[in-house]
């Protein structure tokens, strides 16, 4: 918790809108969905789902062993590999209102 | 393939005796099955779509004098060509066979589950939306504004909730309203009945006098049905919708190609647009059509460039946006919603999904899947056997035991009948409940989460793990499991590495020969192998098959209670489709087995194969018919062992050496995958490709054999 309120408070420092991959966000975060960078299938696939650029996600779990993760996206929870995740780039809340 | 093709009923019978033919769809989980169980009990089928490896659940009903025929769609997000299942739906879905859609929306998921109904109005086929787990909603203090719903999408819109029933049957009735009852050129008003309100479930209602009321005959309403305009609703943002409209006029314009299918061409448009493999096939047919997908190409790539993103994100975007419209308008948020609060469900949520305590359930579960199928599979299995063996004895003593024809019937038909029923059916149905309950309480997606990273190593993604967990119980139903896969190449490796899953009935020779005999290290030594063998087969094939592993997209729903209801008659539709499909096989394959040991074919069946079983296995020669037995049954080959070693008066020790019997464990492992196993790896995939993974195991399991034989023989030379 205090980690994940660090790196906020070190983009809001900052004052630039910090983009990452979903890997990179913590856990309980809520980011928005910047891009994603990902094949043609894997990217219809998400756009189905509702993964689509300005959606707010909330990531919930990370499986161990670098396994995949779970985000929260329009009320549904997700599980989405960890190489397709890394392709989503998200930018977090505060540095969105900024 | 005895397929339950669709097609056949004649139209014409159909007409006599006005049938609805209904198609539930929507995106999975939303309560599809509970919904189509509810109305459709036990009157159920399972089949193939034609030409597709997709399964088609077919149920029928009489309600209100009209006969209907619900079909049950795949449970889906999207009507692309992501998967089969999306084609098979919306091929369907527009052909003359569906007279109106039950499209079943999750209330709880409002958005996601409408950005599919878009995609159906697309269609324009008479719609009706569900909307279930009302209930639920209500509980988290949101409703639903129905009659705004209405408005907006022109077409009946009722709450549901489908495990308690309440509902469902005013689905039906709404359907002979729309289809039978609507005029044509009269758009759905919006008018309030007192039943609807009432939920009850009788069914006298003011429309049962219209029931003989034949005059106006569903044909020719369902060709005059106007599906409501709704420009409002559905039109994108200018850009695209502009394009759009261009399209659409070109492909009016194109008349001849109009009328050689049912798409929309408002669906169409999009489809070009989308570059949508299937659509661009129909028009590449003509050269006026392929201009048409040479503007679609250019609008696409237009867009693309404006907007910075492919063209699926667009078009997503602008029907989401379009959702984000109506939600704002119907969601009825009564109080301030509270946060949630940590729940039980929560709690098992977070225990299965727990880096150490997930796995440790996991392998309880396993554990669990195995003790279960098998604890209640052998108490009748035995059952079973002794009724035969006591009428073998009561039909021996009134004839000649030489006599051919009382062999060939009763040991060939009525024995293979029992070896089936006893033998697999036993662990079959059981094993079908148990998959079920994982099923229905959504378990399974929790285990695909934390096995996807080991999963990608073999070239699929998690969701494998899901049969392959099933196989542990029986590989049959699990080969049967493996049609969650979305694409053709995870469902061949899938199949392929479900089929090696050491089984219950392999357990039984591991356990009665290795276990019995050598102890437990030797058993985990078997296992080791085993896995290694899942591990080479699935990199083989990764490397062997074309195309690309896939990243694991997957939706993981909230625990719920299993829905009793759908368990049993889901496991009694699974078994039915067993007995009905596989065993006629089996027994007729016992028969055979039966003619060739009467004419002491099978002699030279261990001649034949002694090079493989005497020299390269270092077995003795009769095991050669048991191994070709245990193709049946798996667990025949120790039966068979057994029997022969009593016949002999002698323990299975002498009969066999600890190497010997080590290989013989593991060759009944690996070989080939049971015969019921075979014909559901080739229902999955193909004949072709059945033959292709029974051969690659048969020499694996050659292979592996072979080697520990001359090991141990070098071994001990020294």
Redo the contacts between chains.
């Keep these: 918790m205090s980690e994940e309120s660090l790196t906020n408070k070190e983009n809001q420092i900052k004052g630039t809108s910090l983009n990452k991959c979903l890997t990179e966000c913590e856990k309980g975060e809520e980011v928005s969905v910047i891009r994603?960078n990902?094949g043609?299938?894997?990217?219809?696939?998400?756009?189905?789902?509702?993964v689509?650029?300005?959606?707010k996600i909330t990531k919930t779990?990370n499986?161990?062993?670098?396994?995949?993760i779970?985000i929260i996206?329009?009320?549904?929870?997700?599980?989405?590999?960890?190489?397709?995740a890394s392709k989503i780039i998200v930018a977090c809340k505060e540095s969105c209102l900024n | 393939m005895s397929c339950h093709s669709p097609n056949n009923k004649s139209r014409s019978e159909l007409k006599f005796k006005d049938t609805i033919n209904i198609a539930l769809a929507g995106n999975p989980n939303v309560g599809k099955s509970v919904i189509f169980n509810q109305l459709t009990g036990l009157s159920q089928t399972i089949g193939n779509w034609p030409g597709k490896t997709v399964e088609r659940m077919e149920g029928q009903l009489e309600f209100l004098g009209y006969h209907f025929n619900i079909v049950d769609l795949p449970g889906i997000?999207?009507l692309?060509t992501?998967s089969l299942e999306e084609i098979v739906s919306r091929e369907y879905v527009v052909s003359e066979e569906v007279d109106i859609i039950i499209n079943v929306i999750d209330a709880?998921?409002?958005?996601?589950n409408l950005?599919f109904t878009f995609q159906l109005l697309e269609l324009q086929v008479p719609m009706i939306l569900a909307i279930n787990q009302m209930d639920l909603l209500r509980k988290r203090n949101i409703d639903l504004d129905f009659k705004e719903l209405e408005k907006i999408f022109k077409l009946p819109v009722l709450p549901v909730v489908a495990v308690h029933g309440t509902g469902v049957h005013q689905l039906l009735e709404e359907a002979i309203e729309l289809v039978v009852y609507r005029h044509p050129h009269h758009h759905y008003n919006y008018r309030r009945r007192s039943s609807r309100e009432s939920k009850h479930h009788g069914h006298h209602y003011y429309r049962v006098e219209h029931i003989h009321d034949k005059s106006k005959s569903k044909e020719s309403m369902k060709k005059n049905f106007e599906f409501p305009e709704l420009n409002q609703v559905k039109s994108f943002g200018k850009e695209v919708e502009l394009k759009i409209l261009n399209l659409i006029e070109k492909i009016s314009e194109y008349q001849p190609f109009l009328s050689s299918h049912n798409y929309p061409s408002r669906f169409l448009a999009i489809k070009l647009l989308e570059n949508d493999n299937e659509i661009i096939k129909i028009f590449e047919t003509s050269e006026e059509g392929k201009s048409i997908v040479q503007l679609s190409k250019k609008y696409r790539e237009e867009l693309e460039n404006l907007h910075g993103?492919?063209i699926?994100?667009i078009?997503?975007?602008e029907i989401?946006s379009n959702i984000k419209k109506i939600i704002d308008l119907v969601l009825i948020t009564k109080l301030k919603k509270s946060a949630r609060k940590k729940t039980l469900i929560d709690f098992f949520d977070h225990l299965t999904?727990h880096?150490?305590f997930?796995?440790l359930v996991l392998i309880g579960i396993l554990f669990g899947i195995y003790f279960f199928t098998f604890s209640i599979g052998d108490f009748f299995a035995s059952l079973i056997d002794n009724t035969f063996i006591v009428w073998s004895n009561i039909i021996y003593a009134g004839f000649s035991e030489n006599n051919v024809w009382v062999k060939i019937f009763w040991d060939g038909g009525v024995g293979g009948f029992f070896g089936a029923v006893g033998g697999v059916l036993v662990y079959v149905i059981p094993f079908f409940f148990v998959i079920e309950i994982l099923q229905d309480s959504g378990y399974l997606?929790r285990a695909?989460?934390?096995?996807?990273?080991?999963m990608?190593s073999l070239g699929v993604?998690?969701k494998t793990i899901i049969p392959m967990i099933l196989g542990f119980g029986c590989n049959v139903a699990a080969c049967a499991g493996c049609r969650i896969m979305e694409t053709e190449r995870e469902k061949k490796i899938s199949v392929a590495l479900t089929s090696i899953v050491p089984c219950a009935a392999t357990m039984t020779v591991v356990l009665g020969l290795v276990g019995r005999y050598l102890g437990f290290y030797w058993i985990l030594i078997l296992f080791m192998i085993n896995l290694s063998v899942i591990f080479i087969v699935g990199r083989l094939l990764n490397k062997i098959l074309p195309g690309q592993c896939?990243?694991?997209?997957?939706?993981?729903?909230?625990y719920r209670v299993p829905n009793y209801k759908v368990i049993f008659k889901q496991t009694w539709v699974r078994s039915k489709e067993f007995i009905f499909k596989a065993m006629p096989i089996m027994l007729l394959l016992g028969i055979i087995l039966e003619i060739l040991l009467i004419f002491n074919a099978l002699e030279p069946v261990n001649v034949i194969l002694s090079p493989i079983t005497v020299f390269w296995l270092g077995l003795p020669a009769i095991t050669g018919v048991f191994l070709i037995y245990g193709i049946l049954r798996k667990e025949l080959t120790l039966v068979l062992l057994s029997i022969l070693a009593n016949s002999l008066n002698t323990s299975l020790l002498v009969l066999l050496t600890p190497v010997q019997m080590i290989v013989f464990s593991l060759v009944t492992m690996l070989y080939i995958p049971c015969f019921a196993t075979i014909i559901l790896i080739a229902k999955q995939t193909n004949w072709k490709y059945a033959a292709q993974i029974s051969l690659l195991e048969i020499g694996l399991a050659l292979l592996i054999g072979g080697v520990i034989n001359f090991g141990f023989l070098i071994f001990t030379s020294f």
Excluded: C, Q, W
């Design positions: 994603v990902a043609h299938n894997a990217k219809t696939r998400l756009a189905n789902l509702g689509v650029p300005g959606t779990k499986a161990p062993f670098k396994g995949p779970e996206v329009k009320g549904s929870s997700l599980v989405i590999g960890r190489g397709l | 997000y999207s692309s992501f709880t998921n409002l958005e996601r950005f993103e492919d699926h994100t078009i997503s975007l989401y999904t880096s150490i997930g796995y997606p695909a989460f934390l096995m996807d990273r080991i990608h993604h998690g896939t990243e694991l997209i997957m939706e993981m729903h909230e």
